[in-house]
């Protein structure tokens, strides 16, 4: 008799697996279609550029790399290098991402993540948080691909950051190092509304060619070609030499 309630829970047990699956499946495919489909299709690098910024990736996460001052914008007035832990090196440039809070401060390496986050990510979101990074003279690379653009297109690509951050003075938290910092900036995180798809918006905003919905990294990274050549750095901060 005991046999019958262990057979259904063992059949509801697949159903269920089978509806997850299916789920995840679906997910994907939306994902990969999503961002195949391209926003701002006609853009095409400026021929004579002002600006060069980064769009840098881990394999999971996405950021802009962008030149510490500029005639348009000095990220110190929102993210003082005075908060960091090393504050008077020379750092030319400045790593914005946008994350969920929790993931952020309490996932130093992924292998940290834990199920509950990705379950309470899944079912109902979390917070938003910027993780701000300050690099010295960051190389091109695989992972840290340069894109060229106009001063007007640079100016969009900062009013864009700026008005997806909440106003005022952002409460900070330390990172991971000593170069980095995380601020309280507002924003819903969840599977749809991604760090990634944070990352494809702004370069939108600028004019970009990029995908519709970018929830993955890969995501992103497809629109954006790899570095020409091992020389090719990101300049130093302000407009680019003649």
Not at 87 to 113: A, C, K, Q
Request: charged share 15%; aromatic share 10%.
């Amino acid at each position: 008799m005991a046999a019958a309630p262990v057979a259904r829970l063992i059949r509801w047990l697949r159903l269920i697996g089978a509806a997850l699956g299916l789920v995840l499946a679906s997910y994907l495919l939306a994902t990969w279609i999503g961002s195949s489909v391209p926003r701002n299709a006609a853009w095409r690098e400026p021929a004579s550029a002002d600006y060069v910024v980064g769009v840098e990736t881990n394999g999971v996460h996405t950021a802009l790399v962008l030149p510490v001052v500029t005639p348009i914008k000095d990220w110190r007035e929102d993210f003082p290098s005075s908060d960091l832990v090393e504050p008077n090196r020379p750092y030319t440039h400045v790593s914005i991402s946008w994350g969920e809070r929790e993931v952020f401060l309490n996932t130093p390496t992924w292998w940290d993540l834990s199920a509950s986050a990705i379950l309470r990510i899944l079912t109902g979101g979390g917070k938003g948080l910027a993780h701000v990074v300050y690099y010295m003279r960051p190389a091109a690379s695989e992972d840290l691909r340069p894109v060229r653009l106009s001063a007007a297109q640079y100016a969009a690509l900062v009013a864009s950051i700026e008005s997806s951050f909440s106003g005022g003075t952002l409460q900070r938290h330390p990172g991971y190092g000593t170069s980095d910092l995380f601020y309280e900036v507002g924003g819903r995180y969840t599977a749809v509304n991604t760090c990634n798809q944070w990352t494809s918006n702004r370069l939108a905003a600028a004019g970009v060619r990029v995908g519709w919905w970018t929830p993955s990294a890969g995501g992103v990274m497809k629109w954006v070609p790899r570095p020409t050549s091992e020389t090719a750095l990101l300049r130093d901060s302000g407009p680019l030499a003649q």
